[in-house]
C-alpha cells in the first residue's frame, strides 16, 4: 500500500515527459511542412515496394539531400493517409478504385504514377507431385472456388501429360490480411474466368469460398510447408528469396515462363495500353507475348497535384522512375519500367504542382 | 491522516519547503494521472464510435446477425465473427477452468512445499510468452497435430456431430480455442490459488478432524469456500479469451464465413481487426471499428460481471464464514 502514491508519481512524471514529447515532436513537424528547399518527405503505404524504396532513400537522399521518411503499412493504409493527407505520398500495390479516387481527390485532385513492377506468385507442397507442375489460370480460378478439389482432377492432369499426380485434397491458401499480391492474383483469375469474376471479384482483401487464411507472405508460406496439398500465392520476390517451390503458369501464348524478372519484364513490355489515371492491368496478356509472366503487377505512388512539397515529390519520383531507381530493381526481384510507361510517368510527374 | 497531523500550524512551519511543497505535487501530480487514465477511456471510446459511423448508419443493428463479410461488394455483418469468438472462447474456458482448478489444488494442498514456488511461477510465466510466438507454435507444431492425431481422433468417435465432422485441418476453431485454453489457463491458475490460499486454516483442519480425506476436503471446504473467486477467475480468463488477437489470427485461418465444423476455418473480432485494419479503407474500417465497439462493449461486460461476482463472494464469505464453520 505504500508503495502506491510513489508509483502513481512516477506514472505520472512519465506522463507528464511523454505528453511534453508528443507536443514538442508535434510542433517539429508542422513547422517542418513549410516549403522551401530540400524538405523531407514523408510517405507511406505498400510492403512489396519496401525493400526497394530502402535503397531509394539513402541513394536519393545522398544524392539530392532530401530525406524520405518511408512507412511499410499495407497499401490500404498508403491510400487512407494519402486521402487525409496526413503524408506526402501514398505507395499501393492496387490501383484506386473510382470511389478511393473520389475521396482522396475531395482535398484536391490526386495522381497515381506506376512506379515499379513485380509479380505474384502460385507456391505449393504436393507430396508426390511434378517440380515445375503445370497449371492454368482456369484451374487456379477453379482450386480458389472449391471446383477443382483433388491435385489429380482431370484438369490437373490435362496440362501435364504422362505426369504421376497424387489424389491429395488440395488445400488454397490465401492472405487473410489486405495485400497487393491478393489484388494481382484476383485481378488475373477475374480476367481468365467469369465466374471468379462474379463470385469472388478483385480487390486487396476478397471473400473466397474455401481455403485457409494465412497472415502476410510468411503466414502463407508457413501454412503451406505444413500442409501436404497445399497452395498459396506469395509475392515473386518472397517466392524467390526463400525458394519456394512455384508451380509454372499458362500465358496467353499457350507457353510456360518461369516466373523472374524477365518474364515480368516481358509481361510489361507487351502491354502499351495505359488506362485513365495511368491504371496498368497486365492480367490480360496479348497472344503474341512468348515469355509473358502471366500473373505480373505494377505498384503505384500516389501524390496530390496541390502541394507545398510539389519540387521535392517531382525529383523523387523522377529519380525512382529513372536509371538509377530502376537500377536496384533487379538485385530485389524487381522488372524495370518500360520505356511507355516512363514516358507516361514523365507526363504525370509534370502535372504535380500545377493542380 | 498523514495531512491532519501536519495541519498543526507549529508543525507546519517546522517542516522545510520541499516537504511543504511535496504533498500538493504529489496530490497534482497523481490526481493528473487519475484523470489521463480516464480521459484516455473516454477518448477510446469516442474514437471508436466516431470511426465506426458510417458503418453504423449503413448497417444498423442488422450487422449484428449479417453473416456476409465481403469487401469487393461493400457488405459488411459481424455474425461469422460474434460466433467465432463466443465458440472460441467457450471452449477455452471450458478446458481451462477445470485444468486451472486442478493445478491450483495441487499447488496449494498436494505439492510437497519445495516445489510448489518454481511450479507456480513457471505456471505464470507461461502468461508473458509472446502471443505471437505461441501462434507460430500454433501454426507449426500444435496445428498438424491436430490436424494428425486430435481431430482424426474425435471425428471417429463423435463424427456424428455436425460440430466434429468434415476434414480435419491444421487451421480452424478447435485449433484457435487450444491456444486460448493455454493462454487462459495461466491467469485463472493465479487468481483460483490465491483465492486457494485465503481458506483457514482451521476449517480444513475442522474438515480432517471429521475424518474427512484429502478429497472430500477439497470439495466440501476449498471449492465451496472459493466458490466465487472460482467464477471470478474464469470470467477474468473468458476476457482473455475474447480479446486476443494476433496467435488467433495466425492459426484460426481467416476466413469470413460460419462453418459448423470445428475443424473449419472462420474468425474471430478481434483477430479479423488485428489482421484487416491496417490495409482497409472507406466502409470497411468503418465496419471493423464497428466489430471493436462491440468488442469492446463485451470485455466491459464481462469485466463489470467479473468484478460484481467477486465483490459480492468477498462479502458472503464474510457473512457466512462463521456459519459454514460452525457447519462443519
Known amino acids: 500500500m505504500s508503495k502506491r502514491p510513489l508509483g502513481a508519481l512516477l506514472a505520472a512524471l512519465a506522463l507528464v515527459f511523454a505528453v511534453a514529447a508528443c507536443g514538442s515532436s508535434g510542433s517539429d513537424s508542422s513547422t517542418g511542412s513549410g516549403g522551401g528547399a530540400n524538405s523531407p518527405l514523408v510517405g507511406a503505404g505498400s510492403t512489396l515496394v519496401a525493400p526497394l524504396m530502402s535503397k531509394w532513400q539513402s541513394d536519393f537522399a545522398s544524392k539530392s539531400e532530401i530525406t524520405v521518411t518511408y512507412g511499410a503499412i499495407g497499401s490500404g493504409g498508403g491510400i487512407d493517409q494519402i486521402t487525409s493527407r496526413t503524408v506526402d505520398f501514398g505507395a499501393s500495390d492496387a490501383p484506386l478504385t473510382p470511389e478511393q479516387f473520389e475521396e482522396a481527390n475531395a482535398e484536391g485532385e490526386v495522381e497515381q504514377i506506376p512506379w515499379a513492377l513485380s509479380g505474384t506468385v502460385p507456391a505449393y507442397n504436393v507430396q508426390g507431385a511434378p517440380e515445375d507442375l503445370k497449371l492454368s489460370g482456369e484451374v487456379l480460378a477453379g482450386i480458389y472456388l472449391g471446383k477443382i478439389t483433388s491435385w489429380d482432377d482431370p484438369a490437373i492432369a490435362k496440362l501435364n501429360p504422362g505426369a504421376s499426380l497424387p489424389g491429395t485434397k488440395i488445400t488454397p491458401v490465401y492472405r487473410s490480411d489486405g495485400s497487393g499480391d491478393t489484388y494481382a492474383f484476383t485481378n488475373y483469375l477475374s480476367t481468365v474466368d467469369p465466374e471468379f469474376k462474379s463470385q469472388v471479384g478483385t480487390s486487396t482483401q476478397v471473400k473466397f469460398p474455401t481455403g485457409v487464411g494465412a497472415e502476410k507472405n510468411d503466414g502463407v508460406s508457413a501454412a503451406i510447408g505444413q500442409t501436404d496439398g497445399a497452395i498459396g500465392y506469395v509475392g515473386l520476390a518472397y517466392a524467390l528469396q526463400n525458394e519456394l517451390s512455384m508451380p509454372l503458369v499458362e500465358n496467353s501464348a499457350g507457353n510456360f515462363p518461369e516466373p523472374g524478372v524477365k518474364s515480368v519484364e516481358a509481361a510489361a513490355d507487351a502491354v502499351d495500353k495505359i488506362g485513365p489515371n495511368n491504371e496498368i492491368s497486365l492480367a490480360d496478356l496479348p497472344a503474341s507475348a512468348d515469355g509473358a509472366y502471366p500473373i505480373s503487377t505494377y505498384t503505384y505512388v500516389i501524390v496530390p497535384l496541390e502541394t507545398e512539397k510539389a519540387e521535392e515529390l517531382k525529383k523523387f519520383i523522377t529519380y525512382a522512375i529513372g536509371p538509377a531507381g530502376q537500377g536496384y530493381g533487379p538485385d530485389l526481384d524487381f522488372a524495370p519500367l518500360p520505356k511507355q510507361v516512363v514516358a507516361a510517368d514523365k507526363k504525370a510527374i509534370g502535372k504535380i504542382g500545377n493542380g | ?328
Open chain 2, 1 to 328: 491522516m498523514e495531512a491532519s497531523a501536519l495541519s498543526h500550524p507549529v508543525l507546519r512551519a517546522r517542516r522545510n519547503l520541499t516537504d511543504r511543497l511535496g504533498d500538493p505535487l504529489l496530490r497534482g501530480l497523481s490526481g493528473l494521472a487519475a484523470a489521463v487514465a480516464l480521459a484516455a477511456i473516454a477518448g477510446i471510446v469516442y474514437e471508436v464510435v466516431h470511426l465506426a459511423g458510417p458503418a453504423i448508419s449503413e448497417f444498423g443493428l442488422g450487422f449484428v446477425t449479417n453473416n456476409d463479410w465481403n469487401p469487393v461488394s461493400k457488405r459488411f455483418g459481424a455474425a461469422p465473427f460474434l460466433y467465432g469468438t463466443a465458440v472460441t472462447s467457450l471452449i477455452a474456458i471450458v478446458l481451462a477452468t477445470p485444468l486451472s482448478i486442478a493445478i491450483s489444488i495441487y499447488l496449494t494442498e498436494l505439492a510437497p512445499r519445495r516445489i510448489r514456488r518454481p511450479v507456480a511461477t513457471l505456471v505464470d510465466m507461461l502468461a508473458a510468452i509472446p502471443t505471437v510466438i505461441l501462434g507460430l507454435w500454433g501454426i507449426l507444431v500444435l496445428g498438424p497435430f491436430m490436424r494428425d492425431t486430435i481431430e482424426p481422433a474425435l471425428n471417429s468417435v463423435l463424427g456424428f456431430l455436425p460440430i466434429f465432422g468434415g476434414d480435419p485441418s491444421a487451421f480452424g476453431y478447435l485449433t484457435a480455442a487450444l491456444i486460448l485454453t493455454i493462454m487462459a489457463t495461466p491467469i485463472i491458475t493465479s487468481v483460483t490459488r490465491e483465492v486457494f490460499e485465503t481458506v483457514p486454516g482451521d476449517l480444513k483442519e475442522a474438515s480432517y478432524a471429521l475424518g474427512a480425506t484429502r478429497w472430500e476436503m477439497v470439495r466440501q471446504v476449498v471449492l465451496p469456500y472459493s466458490r466465487s473467486g472460482i467464477v471470478g477467475a474464469t470470467i477474468l480468463g473468458l476476457g482473455r479469451a475474447i480479446g486476443e488477437a494476433i496467435a488467433v489470427a495466425q492459426v484460426i485461418g481467416g476466413a469470413s464465413l460460419i462453418n459448423a465444423s470445428l475443424f473449419h476455418t472462420g474468425g474471430t473480432m478481434a483477430a479479423q481487426i488485428a489482421s484487416q485494419f491496417q490495409n482497409s479503407a472507406g466502409l470497411q474500417k468503418a465496419s471493423l471499428a464497428y466489430l471493436g465497439l462491440i468488442l469492446l462493449i463485451f470485455a466491459v461486460v464481462v469485466n463489470v460481471i467479473a468484478r460484481v461476482i467477486v465483490q459480492r463472494g468477498k462479502l458472503r464469505d464474510i457473512d457466512v464464514t462463521p456459519t459454514e464453520a460452525e457447519a462443519l
